[in-house]
């Protein structure tokens, strides 16, 4: 090569020619003599805006080569004429040029046809000149013996469909390269071709017909993308033909002609563009080819799989006799809308998705973006999963495109609306990938080139430019992962929304809630107010926001779930109110939407307990643990506590510090709750975590009341030691919904001036209990009990460690001994709280047991308060905490083993009552049988004293014998809807019959 060759081949490499010596020859021949080789530039500024153009295309090199054939045609002079006048045609052109070769091959052989990418598309003609193509009239329907049949035949006929097919082709994919369509306009033009083609196949079918043919109607549906025009360039045709006779002809002769027609029209489509495919039609390959519209519907009502209901949400008559194909879209499309009322629908839809990526072969699944994760497929599913379900009570999704289908369920408020712009914006990625990819060679691929050369046309193809990310190709990567990724979280998050499978199991009917249907369902759900129920659910759905939108949604089956609770009137009313607080709130409605089962966990909650309903009304907030199983995990002790700590660290005031740390003890109830509701914790776990929230807030509040006390004094610090002990069940950790916190106060002066240490000491506690019994409209107060103390109400709020140890030297009975079992440290001073427990462990276990004396005296009060204490009209068989075999008769009876035996036996030495039962096991103090019996009916009073607080939110030990409460505790305890509540009564009686037994065999034995 000369030197001046060099350069001009250098000059070429750098307009983004890959081979400079090439386009060098062809910009200054004879066919583009754009280039003047003695200066090394264009010859003028009009060829300069071709050549950069050029240098622009997905491949400079392959559109000019493509260019000079056609150029090198006689219409040559008026092309290169056009490219230098037209900015639009030179875009159209040289995009098609340098995307597609076989696009470019064609516009080679058939030079004339560059000028259908001038102006705008012809739409409208476009039937007109297929149909003309082959001799035929797009205005009449081709029957077995009627319309217009095509002129020409044979090899003559395929050839110029071919070329009028192709001509078709040039003009939309020139426009979408050049960015003058947009997605669903070239989808949909590429779709009405494919239906235009067809027509005309079907003409030149049907001249081929024997003249004694039976005369046969013979009506084209399309299926999959062409159906709901959204075709790509190169694709399946997906098709269904239905043939009827005309007239009093056989139908089975004119189901002859059908097929005959059908089967030759297929044959012509594939060698004209593209694979005709009919295997969506009834029983697939083996079924017949043509079906009547009778023998369709009897199919769909009795035989489909759920995979062709799917389907058939796409179908659309394209060809043939139109009337007949609307006839049966008019037929099969309630079924469609009833597809999702079928068993285990969503979990077929599912499944079948599964299977489609199980088969994806593994050397291809990563760049596979129509099947593969993270691929069109992806979204498909998930929208036509969303349409099926929804759409049956929602007229406004039956639309059988995927983009308009995104857009209404996102108007419906079924998709958020960011998910719906990254899902949109997604889609068409792909869909325009997948477009360019095809457009290449015309050939039917979804697959991403590994080779580095490849993907970097592809880039360019897409219209990127090298940026900070890198050239053409990494930027092309960049996106394509961007969007793999988030449609892959998007289809997890929407096509396995639990909400999908609770809305398929809600009848059609079910789903319009139309004042006298909705009041009729409500009646036959259960609702015992029917008109109550419905005025609530016209509050929340009427009007046209989003909100109501959204209500519409998640209502009917909501209104299942509350039929399926104990009070479904109470449950409605409770939610609400809630959404009445909340629903201007945007996390609220989307949360029970997208949640993980959140709106069905809610629903069971609120129609279960009164006592959620009330603190969900008072922390809204809380409903987000509902999002997450993990959530409802009690909480790390050391975890709460730095928590209540900190929120109340953010307020001077004490009020506010400690109205804080109670609103952190109010979502920690309600995580309990929760959990104990939906059956994720055992009655041990429950009573630990409401004990641990007591704990810690007891602690902040301390820290809280202290500072206070300190700075109303003047002080720096208090001058003294202060320990709150904790008693009772708060001491054993068996703390239920309503109970108090049980304690004792202990206090030690650290100063010169004890007078003043007491007086301080009297205030810190009395400040105490006051922030944390505070009325609030916001959370629950905590009741703080000291009548525990020596002496009860009578003596002291507060002793010195000194006084206690005085007074249980001097003054202790059994019964206050048997009350230390229960001593705990909680809060305050640890050392001071160490040293209290030990001074106490000889009284509460005592070094010679109980003493003959005080045994009698244990069991003489015991005696009292089985007499006494019962309340009036109570029955001592399902009183839970006093009736016989209740709490009080398997504590005292453990009790009195660990005053009996605790010096000894260091496991009795423990505040917990099953811990206790267990050691006692241990030491052979009880039998196997024996603590089995008393642990099981401590567990099952526990249990039911906390389903009553849950239930009635008011604290209660009776178990009732009847009615809606007793149903309620029933379901709470987990006895299933429609059995009889009376089990539950029977069952507790036999547990403390059996613990009763036992009691009097130890506690009341020799």
């Known amino acids: 090569m000369s030197e001046a060759g060099g350069r001009l081949a250098a000059r070429m490499t750098r307009l983004s020619f890959v081979d400079g010596r090439r386009a060098a020859e062809l910009l200054t021949g004879p066919a583009l003599p754009w280039w003047d080789p003695e200066r090394n530039q264009p010859v003028d500024d009009e060829a300069a805006v071709v050549v950069a153009a050029l240098g622009r295309t997905a491949d400079p090199d392959a559109a000019l080569a493509g260019l000079a054939g056609i150029a090198a045609q006689p219409e040559g002079a008026a092309v ?18 340098g995307v597609s070769s076989e696009l470019a091959a064609h516009l080679q052989q058939h030079p004339a046809d560059w000028t259908v990418l001038l102006g705008d598309l012809d739409t409208a003609g476009a039937a007109e000149r297929l149909a003309g193509a082959v001799g035929a009239d797009a205005a009449d329907p081709v029957t077995g013996t009627g319309g217009r049949r095509a002129a020409y035949t044979g090899p003559d006929a395929l050839r110029r469909l071919r070329v009028a097919y192709r001509r078709e082709l040039v003009a939309i994919a020139g426009r979408d390269l050049a960015g003058d369509l947009d997605l669903q306009t070239v989808t949909e033009q590429l779709a009405d071709l494919a239906g235009h083609v067809l027509q005309a196949a079907l003409a030149v079918a ?25 075709l790509n360039y190169i694709s399946d045709v997906d098709v269904v033909f239905v043939g009827e006779p005309v007239g009093d002809v056989d139908t089975d002769a004119a189901l002859a002609t059908a097929t005959r027609l059908a089967g030759e029209t297929m044959r012509i489509g594939r060698q004209v563009a593209w694979e005709v495919d009919a295997n969506l039609r009834p029983e697939g390959k ?35 006799d139109l009337d007949l194909g609307r006839a049966y879209q008019e037929a099969i499309s309630p079924l469609v809308w009833t597809a999702a009322e079928r068993p285990d629908f969503v979990a077929d839809v599912r499944a079948m998705r599964r299977r489609v990526i199980e088969h994806i072969p593994a050397q291809v699944g990563a760049r596979d973006i129509k099947l593969g994760a993270g691929g069109l497929r992806d979204v498909e599913f998930a929208v036509q999963l969303l349409q099926l379900v929804h759409g049956r009570g929602d007229e406004s999704l039956r639309v059988p495109e995927t983009l308009p289908a995104l857009a209404a369920l996102r108007d419906g408020g079924y998709v958020g609306r960011d998910d719906a712009v990254s899902l949109i914006d997604a889609y068409r990625f792909l869909r325009a990938t997948e477009h360019r990819l095809q457009l290449r060679r015309l050939r039917r691929t979804h697959v991403l080139p590994e080779d580095p050369e490849q993907l970097l046309w592809l880039g360019r193809a897409m219209g990127y430019r090298a940026d900070r990310r890198g050239d053409a190709r990494a930027v092309f990567e960049a996106e394509w992962n961007l969007h793999a990724r988030e449609v892959r979280r998007l289809h997890e998050k929407l096509f396995y929304r639990p909400l999908l499978e609770s809305v398929a199991r809600v009848p059609s009917e079910g789903l319009r809630l139309t004042p006298a249907e909705a009041g009729r369902r409500l009646a036959a759900l259960g609702f015992a107010r029917p008109d109550a129920a419905l005025r609530h659910i016209e509050s929340l759905t009427s009007g046209l926001s989003r909100r109501a939108a959204l209500q519409r949604t998640l209502l009917p089956v909501l209104l299942n779930d509350f039929a399926d609770g104990p009070d479904p009137d109470a449950g409605l009313l409770a939610y609400r109110r809630l959404s009445d607080d909340l629903g201007t709130t945007p996390w609220y409605l989307r949360l029970l939407r997208d949640g993980d089962a959140v709106a069905s966990r809610l629903a069971h909650v609120l129609g279960s307990s009164r006592y959620v309903a009330r603190m969900l009304g008072r922390s809204p907030e809380s409903l987000r643990l509902l999002g997450s199983l993990d959530e409802l995990h009690a909480r790390d002790p050391a975890e709460l506590l730095a928590a209540m700590a900190e ?95 049980d304690v004792l106060f202990v206090s030690e002066d650290t100063g010169d001036d004890p007078e003043t240490a007491n007086r301080l000491a009297a205030e810190l506690a009395g400040r105490f209990r006051a922030l944390l019994a505070a009325p609030s409209s916001t959370d629950p107060p905590l009741a703080v009990d000291a009548d525990l103390r020596p002496e009860g109400r009578s003596g002291p709020l507060v002793r010195s460690l000194e006084s206690y140890r005085r007074y249980y030297a001097r003054w202790s009975s059994a019964w206050e001994a048997q009350a230390l079992l229960r001593a705990r440290f909680v809060a305050g001073d640890a050392d001071l709280g160490r040293r209290f427990l030990a001074m106490i ?102 249990r039911i004293r ?15 014998t009847s009615g809606s409460e007793l149903v309620a505790v029933a379901r709470v305890l987990g006895y299933r809807a429609g059995s009889d509540p009376g089990q539950l009564v029977d069952d507790y009686r036999r547990a403390a019959r059996r613990a009763r037994r036992v009691v009097e065999q130890v506690f009341y034995g020799p």
């Not at 209901?309 to 060809?319: E, G």
């Not at 103090?925 to 099952?940: C, D, K, M, N, Y």
């Not at 389903?947 to 009776?958: I, T």
């Open 80 to 97: 290169r004429e056009a490219l230098q006048r037209e900015p639009m045609l030179r875009s159209r052109l040289l995009a098609v040029l």
């Open 841 to 942: 462990d000889p009284i509460r276990f005592p070094a010679d047991g109980v003493s003959p004396a005080d045994l009698v005296e244990i069991r003489r009060l015991k005696g009292r308060i089985d007499g006494e204490r019962l309340p009036r009209g109570a029955d001592p068989t399902t009183h839970t905490k006093l009736g016989r075999g209740g709490l009080a008769d398997i504590e005292w009876t453990i009790q009195l083993l660990q005053l009996s035996h605790g010096h000894a036996l260091p496991g009795l030495r423990t505040t917990r009552t099953l811990t206790a039962l267990s050691a006692a096991e241990e030491a052979e103090l009880l039998t196997g049988e024996q603590v089995a019996t008393l642990s099981q009916a401590w567990r099952f009073a526990t």
């Open 206 to 230: 049907a001249a081929a017909l024997p003249a004694d043919a039976a005369p046969a109607r013979l009506a084209i549906v399309a299926m999959g993308k062409t159906g709901s025009r959204e």
């Open 946 to 960: 906390n389903a009553l607080m849950l239930v009635r939110d008011k604290p209660a030990d009776q178990l009732p």
């Open 647 to 741: 929120s109340a660290a953010r307020h001077e005031d004490p009020a506010e510090a400690v109205a804080a740390a109670r609103g952190q003890r109010r979502q920690e109830l309600l995580r309990t709750a929760f959990a104990d509701l939906l059956d994720l914790s055992d009655v041990a776990e429950v009573c630990q975590a409401l004990s641990n929230t007591t704990d810690a807030t007891l602690e902040v509040a301390l820290q809280v009341a202290t500072r206070a006390v300190a700075a109303g004094a003047g002080l720096a610090e208090l001058p003294l030691r202060f320990a709150v002990i904790a008693m009772g069940r708060l001491g054993g950790a068996e703390v239920g919904y309503g109970s108090d916190a």
């Open 286 to 320: 083996d079924g017949a080819l043509v079906r009547t519209l009778a023998s369709h519907c009897a199919y769909y009502e009795r035989w489909a799989s759920t995979w062709e209901f799917q389907a058939l949400l796409k179908a659309r008559p394209v060809a043939g």
